[in-house]
Nanobody, 115 residues
């Protein structure tokens, strides 16, 4: 079992930058897959980025070149660096951990991109 707590969301202007953090209640070194999802009002939750325990990362085409995902195993924390933010990035961002065939979710953090 793992608890996840996101932080770092907020209001930012188009073109701005935010870094989201996801702090886990246990070591993340052996968690096979962790990820970031987002859900905009009236839309389905969508996958944004993933990291694996083997060090592989992947981001969705919609954010490629702007978002970077990473893990710091020493801090038990996953990050999502978001650059060149656009209004369409506005959503609640959720941290996810897939462990022992169960998906664990954080409570979400709001990101609003607006002038």
């Amino acid at each position: 079992q793992v608890q996840l707590v996101e932080s770092g969301g907020g209001l930012v202007q188009p073109g701005g930058t935010l870094r989201l953090s996801c702090a886990a209640s246990r070591s993340i070194k052996s968690i096979p897959v962790m990820g970031w999802y987002r859900q905009a009002p009236g839309k389905q939750r969508e996958l944004v980025a993933t990291t694996t325990s083997g060090g592989n990362t992947n981001v969705a085409d919609s954010v490629k070149g702007r978002f970077t995902v990473s893990r710091d195993n020493a801090k038990n924390t996953q990050y999502l660096q978001m650059n060149s933010l656009k209004p369409e990035d506005t959503a609640v961002y959720y941290c996810n951990a897939f462990l022992f065939q169960i998906h664990y979710w954080g409570q979400g953090t709001q990101v609003t991109v607006s002038s």
